[in-house]
Nanobody, 115 residues
Framework: QVQFVESGGGLVQPGGSLRLSCAAS????????MGWYRQAPGKQRDLVAA???????SYADSVKGRFTISRENAKDAVYLQMNSLKPEDTAVYYC?????????WGQGTQVTVSS
């Protein structure tokens, strides 16, 4: 049974930084795109950033220039470096990984930006 385990969330002041990590725990398999979504209270889950198997990246307009996504294929891991955080970045962040015929999700990690 494959699981993706997230870490790195927490409480940070506006302007601060956090680094989220997400790594597979379980059998090795082929992974294609990986990325991060977030969901704020009362809102839908939105795509934040994605990275393809060849390293191509894409970002939501609201985080461009502040967030950086990366991956480490040897560990089946994906990371999200978040800088210049704003209160509106407060949400539960979920990682995902696409494999043949399936999408796997992390359990979610809370990010709260507040003074």
């Amino acid at each position: 049974q494959v699981q993706f385990v997230e870490s790195g969330g927490g409480l940070v002041q506006p302007g601060g930084s956090l680094r989220l990590s997400c790594a597979a725990s379980g059998s090795l398999f082929t992974i294609y795109a990986m990325g991060w979504y977030r969901q704020a209270p009362g809102k839908q889950r939105d795509l934040v950033a994605a990275i393809s198997s060849d390293g191509s990246t894409s970002y939501a307009d609201s985080v461009k220039g502040r967030f950086t996504i990366s991956r480490e294929n040897a560990k089946d891991a994906v990371y999200l470096q978040m800088n210049s955080l704003k209160p509106e970045d407060t949400a539960v962040y979920y990682c995902y990984a696409n494999s043949p015929g399936a999408r796997y999700w992390g359990q979610g990690t809370q990010v709260t930006v507040s003074s």
